[in-house]
């Protein structure tokens, strides 16, 4: 098990998360600003220009992003 330190993925719950309908289901989704964000943080570092703070922030975001991953297939499963 490897440790890494991450932006806990709770802070983004009032102001970056949204429930979104998607074919009739409502799904867990980023906000588009955040969605843009972790997009920005991904480009960044496959270009290595990630600061350490950003680091920080993308591994909290990678990890909610794997979270509504989980929730979202359990709900389309139990649909």
Do not use: C, H, Y
């Amino acid at each position: 098990m490897v440790t890494q330190t991450m932006i806990q993925p709770s802070s983004w719950v009032e102001t970056g998360i949204e429930l979104r309908k998607v074919r009739g289901l409502r799904l867990f989704k980023f906000t588009q600003e955040l969605q843009m964000r972790f997009e920005t943080l991904i480009e960044r570092q496959k270009a290595n220009l990630l600061t350490v703070e950003e680091t920080v922030e993308l591994a909290g975001l990678t990890e909610l992003d794997r979270i509504f991953t989980l929730m979202n297939a359990r709900i389309i499963a139990e649909s």
